[in-house]
């Protein structure tokens, strides 16, 4: 209980430790400077430029006129839990099928992170994860109260993790490691060899892994890859998926985690404590989207390539700027450290004086100082208006 004081605001201490996610900030200035009569080149939210399949706004249309528009289940309904699991054992190509009672759907892979998280960890637990992150793990385990641990992705092995600080940062506290492949926002996807070291280590100092898998449809090498092939850790796994960048969903609102049936469970309770349900016609439009055609996810993912190879390309013409070949996701990870290492100035030079929105690196952790992100989910105009601005730009920044 806190004491009352002449500055007491009411907020908790927990709320302090939260970040907040840059992109929406940025966002906002961008918006700002759009509604001054300023041009912007978008390049900083993460999310298809895309509109959701036809056949999925079918269905969620459908869905509100066959009134699905009451409570839901907690963990959702149950014919959807069939097909995500269903689908996640299909496309992961396991042995062992998942089951419905291991599926719990949310509005968002965010809002189940969260909740996972909070079932998860005890003040003081050790959650390790990879720096840079997409920012909520952290933010989580900071509110929880628990120990968020980085461990330094490297762009020497194409974003790939450093396997000897990982195994340097583990002991008998940690509860949890996060993994995000492909990742945001690097755009790096973890290798055959890392899964298994992390898998042996797995197994050795007996942590739960929770795999974000929120990107597994944007990969533009051959297969996606994921620690669930090794199938003996199955009781350890907890995968996140959602349908907001595989689907262009993301005001949709729809994500769900597979888990082992006791954590689900608490998942659930958690579910039923907070969002209560999914929007049910949006759990409608989600299961067309699993059991619907699956070619605009390919033709999206196709575009995604196109410009991913364009882009890049394109982004190593620029003095001073080194990007290594993202292999999913849809995010350019550029080394500025030839400009500068303040990587959130550089992003605010850009946005204020060359029209360019994009994040700096350090908003995902430590050790994206030096870097700036970019989210190339645009049009090919829209990303050769981006490189073209930053090749104009960058040679006057006053450093
Ligand atoms: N996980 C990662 C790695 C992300 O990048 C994002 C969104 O940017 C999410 C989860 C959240 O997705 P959703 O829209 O389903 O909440």
Redesign the pocket.
């Known amino acids: 209980m806190s004491t009352l004081s002449p500055d007491y605001d009411y907020l908790c201490s927990a709320v302090s430790r939260l970040g907040s996610e840059a992109a929406f900030e940025v966002l906002g200035r961008a918006r700002e400077l759009q509604a001054a009569g300023r041009d912007i080149v978008h390049m900083e939210v ?1 999310e298809p430029d895309f509109d959701t399949p036809a056949h999925i706004k079918a269905a969620g249309k459908a869905a509100i006129d066959a009134n699905f528009t009451h409570y839901a289940p907690n963990a959702g309904i149950m014919e959807f839990r069939t097909v995500i699991a269903e689908y996640a054992t299909r496309f992961r190509a396991l042995a062992q099928p998942y089951t419905p009672d291991m599926v719990v759907v949310a509005p ?4 189940i ?1 969260w909740n996972l998280l909070a079932a998860l960890l005890e003040p003081g637990d050790e959650m390790v994860y990879a720096d840079p992150a ?1 920012p ?1 793990y952290a933010a989580a385990a900071g509110y929880l109260g628990a120990k968020a641990v980085p461990v330094r992705l490297l762009e020497s092995k194409n974003w790939g993790l450093d396997l000897d600080e990982l195994e340097a940062k583990l002991s008998a506290r940690t509860k949890v490691l996060v993994l ?1 492949s492909p ?2 926002p690097t755009g790096g996807v973890l290798s055959h060899g890392d899964l298994a070291a992390i898998a042996e280590l797995a197994t050795r100092y007996r942590f739960l892994i929770l795999t ?1 898998e ?2 597994s449809r944007n990969i533009y090498g051959e297969r996606f890859e994921s620690i669930t092939q090794f199938e003996e850790l199955r009781d350890r796994i907890v995968v ?1 998926d ?4 595989a689907y262009a969903m ?1 005001g949709w ?3 769900y985690c597979i888990a082992p049936v006791k954590i689900a469970r608490a998942a659930t309770l958690l579910a039923n404590n907070t969002y209560a349900c999914t929007s049910t016609f949006v759990q409608m439009a989600g299961m067309a989207a699993l059991t619907g055609d699956d070619a605009p996810v390919v033709a999206m993912n196709d575009t995604f390539r196109m410009r991913r190879d364009r882009f890049i390309a394109q982004l190593n013409t620029i003095p001073n700027v080194s990007c290594p070949m993202p292999a999913g996701a849809f995010y350019a990870f550029p080394n500025i450290t030839a400009i500068t290492h303040d990587d959130v100035a550089l992003a605010k030079y850009l946005l204020e004086e060359a029209g360019v929105a994009l994040l700096g690196g350090s908003c995902f952790g430590d050790a994206g100082r030096g870097y700036l992100r970019l989210s190339y989910a645009n049009s090919l105009q829209e990303l050769d208006r981006c490189v073209e601005r930053m090749r104009a730009a960058l040679p006057n920044y006053p450093n």
């Open positions: 993460g968002g892979a965010k809002q992170i997409y909520t995000n990742h945001n974000d929120i990107y996140v959602g349908f907001s960048k993301t609102r729809l994500g």
